[in-house]
């Protein structure tokens, strides 16, 4: 499953999605949280980390090399996608730090976006769960 790279911002120029690094060992994980419409307190709870800058400027600019900066804490009231994904079975993976591949330089290596879910299955049983009279071969 993949989401949005950019949910764009609210009524009152708020982004409506917010990334924080989470380092795991040698991996580098993002956590994404959605900014709730209500923002009363009914929905979600504050950051209590904060979001990650990946803008042209922290990412080419202020950090060059480094993947972007924080950005400083965020006021508002967020839901926790990533654990929201985590319950019904879906999981993050890493970002990508290979020499011609990397979150640093290059922002689509960052997969944040990017949740999987595989029950166990290797890719071709998956497939032949989605193709039962085909098999593999509908998708190949």
């Known amino acids: 499953m993949d989401i949005l790279l950019d949910a764009g911002f609210d009524h009152?120029?708020?982004p409506r999605l917010e990334i924080v690094r989470e380092d795991r060992f040698d991996d580098v994980f993002w956590r994404v949280w959605l900014?709730?419409?209500?923002?009363?307190g009914s929905c979600g709870q504050p950051l209590t980390e904060s979001p990650w800058d990946l803008s042209y400027q922290a990412r080419c600019v202020e950090a060059p090399g480094q993947g972007g900066k924080p950005r400083g804490f965020v006021s508002g009231y967020y839901v926790d996608?990533?654990?929201l994904a985590e319950d019904a079975g879906w999981q993050r993976i890493s970002?990508?730090?290979a020499p011609d591949f990397d979150w640093r330089t290059n922002k689509t290596a960052l997969e944040?976006?990017?949740y999987q879910r595989t029950d166990g299955l290797i890719w071709w049983e998956a497939m032949e769960q989605v193709h039962p009279?085909?098999?593999a071969s509908a998708v190949v």
């Open 12 to 14: 009152n120029g708020f």
């Open 35 to 40: 900014r709730c419409a209500a923002q009363d």
């Open 81 to 83: 996608f990533t654990q």
């Open 95 to 97: 970002s990508y730090e």
């Open 112 to 114: 944040f976006w990017h």
């Open 133 to 135: 009279d085909e098999g």
